[in-house]
């Protein structure tokens, strides 16, 4: 058995252009996200999947910088890049990560990794966020190399080829889904980066949390005693990009 975490990176941006290359601190989001990535012992390798577009070209010596494997594929149909980066790596279990999520919990990865091999027999896709009750940015999602595969030979919408894993939880008909869920819902919480409020609140976290682990326990312990911090990035709802993406969608 081969776990394999994809952190999905590029370096265009419609709402923070050259994002993944912003700093929180001494380091880069995608280092960031690559460190906590590694910190998970559930993970038997790590890879960040880009674009082959030139302007990805600085974003994966960064990523090597890191001593992070890298992938590079199609900057439209994500689903087909993933699958090619899982393929390549003869990986069994996917486990996929968005790169604009620095703070990503490696607790959180290892505890849906759990949760997904002592219910192997039940379910092809379990995630945290179908429905979310983790902050946004702490997004874990695991299934099979197998669903992959099918989703990646099936999925005929634009949406599904962009947002990679929604040919999966959007059929529970054809793929079994399971939800692991965060004792407490903190689902209303924005700790990801899409946009400037974004990257100014998660700067504004990183320097309170003066160098104590970047883990969902110290984040919020950081947001209770500073609730206005919540403020800076209220106005942005969920899975806009993807709501988005359904309004304008079609065949391919």
Known sequence: MVI?????????????????????GDKTIIHH?????KRARKVDRVVVATTTGGE?????????????????????????RFYQAA?????????????????????LIDETVQFFLDH????????NVHPP????????EVFTYEALERACRTADMKSQREHVTSAIWEHPESYRVGVFRHGEDLSHIRIVVDEQEDLEMLREI??????????????MDVIRAYP???????KYKREEGYRKSLAEDRKV
């Open 4 to 24: 394999l975490a994809i952190i999905q990176a590029r370096t265009g941006s419609a709402r923070l252009p050259g994002k993944m290359m912003k700093y929180i």
């Open 33 to 37: 996200c690559i460190d906590q990535v």
């Open 56 to 80: 990805d070209d600085k974003l994966v010596e960064m990523v090597k910088q890191s001593k992070c494997d890298v992938a590079r594929g199609s900057s439209e149909d994500v689903l087909d």
């Open 87 to 107: 393929k390549e790596r003869n990986a069994t279990t996917i486990v996929r990560v968005n790169g604009d999520c620095p703070f990503i919990d490696p607790v």
């Open 120 to 127: 192997h027999d039940e379910y092809d896709y379990v995630s």
């Open 133 to 140: 009750s983790v902050p946004d940015g702490y997004d874990v």
């Open 206 to 219: 990183h320097a309170k949390l003066n160098g104590k682990a970047i883990n969902l326990v110290n984040v």
């Open 228 to 234: 206005d911090l919540l403020e800076i990035n209220r």
